[in-house]
């Protein structure tokens, strides 16, 4: 099966600042990629599927790209309404393996 | 408003069985692709299982493969996720999350999920 990683494990930044996450997968899947978060005590959240389209309602300083095995998710200005734990997750095939998380936190 | 509610967990021993159901509304049931996702206490997200729109396909993790059962009625809008043989490890927030219209294992509504206990 597919593994899917993520860098860094956790990140500390400050409001305003621009913050990249990156998911890789172990091989390729082309952009059947999605980005979820999970603010502390809630339900996981879609973020952005296709490795790059932005699920409506969510926020523009969200984005995604990439594409075969290497994504990022980039938060162009970090607000304190982000702080979450953010998941890659890959849906070409089954299983539809998550990444292990990446804990973003306000400076 | 599209609701998922999710029932049926608890506390259960060691090779024990649940059966976790979840109730939907506000979308027609029948026209999309379902999950079940878990969260084992402070960890990430594991995905569990994915049913087709007819229930004819279907797909497990592996570490599930041959223990839990998936399934569906449209007719009752609910999904099920029929759990066998249960361990400690599979201790968890059970979510059902309903899939995007064009990619089934994308997930854009979750219920608030219920939690399993596997324990002695």
């Known amino acids: 099966d597919i593994q899917m990683t993520q860098s860094p494990s956790s990140l500390s930044a400050s409001v305003g600042d621009r913050v990249t996450i990156t998911c890789r997968a172990s091989?390729?899947?082309?952009?059947?990629l999605a980005w979820y978060h999970q603010k502390p005590g809630k339900v996981p959240k879609l973020l952005i599927y296709?490795?790059?389209t932005l699920q409506s309602g969510v926020p523009s300083r969200f984005s995604g790209g990439g594409s075969g095995t290497d994504f990022t998710l980039t938060i162009s200005s970090l607000q304190p309404e982000d702080v979450a734990t953010y998941f890659c997750?890959?849906?070409?095939?089954?299983?539809?393996?998550f990444g292990p998380g990446t804990k973003v936190d306000i400076k | 408003e599209v609701q998922l509610v999710e029932s049926g967990g608890g506390l259960v021993q060691p090779g024990g069985s649940l059966r976790l159901s979840c109730a939907t509304s506000?979308?027609?049931?029948?026209?999309?692709?379902m999950n079940w996702v878990r969260q084992a206490p402070g960890k990430g997200l594991e995905w569990v299982s994915y049913?087709?729109?007819?229930?004819?396909?279907?797909y497990y993790a592996d570490s599930v493969k041959g223990r839990f059962t998936i399934s569906r009625d449209n007719a009752k809008n609910s999904l099920y996720l029929q759990m066998n043989s249960l361990r400690a490890e599979d201790t968890a927030v059970y979510y059902c999350?309903?899939?995007?219209?064009?990619?089934?294992?994308?997930?854009?509504?979750w219920g608030q999920g219920t939690l399993v206990t596997v324990s002695s």
């Open positions: 999350a309903r899939g995007v219209i064009t990619f089934g294992g994308v997930m854009n509504y």
């Open positions: 506000g979308f027609t049931f029948g026209s999309f692709e």
């Open positions: 049913i087709s729109i007819t229930g004819s396909t279907i």
């Open positions: 091989q390729d899947i082309s952009n059947y």
């Open positions: 296709s490795a790059s």
């Open positions: 997750q890959k849906y070409d095939s089954a299983p539809f393996t």
